[in-house]
């Protein structure tokens, strides 16, 4: 189960003007699941920051990788290289001619922590545990 929960209010009329954010606001990111490296690490490091997701599509997007994901996607942690700190997608418009689109990331991730949430059946188990 994943859910996004926003926060922070919507971007006013100065900020659109001068593109650029004054208050704080953004996302939080919940995510449910039986298995850390099956669930959102698997999805993250498969889906969303690899250029080469979905493999085997270069002949749709004239030989390039179809790129990082656009909405989600994060540039190479620690990047000098002006290179790294950019992502692009490719788009295909219907002919197999190729169009890269760079951008910015849109999301800056801020951090993140992993938490385990107990089933109910462990705090069943828990109850009518014996006393050490």
């Not at 997007?61 to 989600?72: L, R, W, Y």
């Not at 990331?105 to 059946?121: H, Q």
């Amino acid at each position: 189960m994943r859910r996004g929960i926003s926060y922070g209010p919507e971007v006013g009329p100065y900020e659109k003007k001068n593109s650029k954010t004054i208050l704080d606001r953004g996302l939080i990111f919940t995510c449910y699941q039986s298995s850390l490296s099956n669930g959102f690490q698997f999805i993250k490091h498969r889906w969303i920051n690899p250029d080469t997701f979905p493999a085997d599509k270069t002949d749709f997007t004239g030989g390039m990788n179809p790129g990082q994901d656009a909405i989600v996607g994060q540039s190479v942690k620690g990047a000098f290289e002006e290179d790294d700190k950019i992502l692009y997608t490719s788009i295909y418009d219907g002919n197999k001619q190729h169009n890269k689109v760079t951008f910015e990331p849109f999301v800056r991730a801020n951090g993140g922590d992993y938490l385990i949430t107990p089933s109910l059946k462990l705090f069943g188990d828990f109850s009518v545990a014996p006393a050490v």
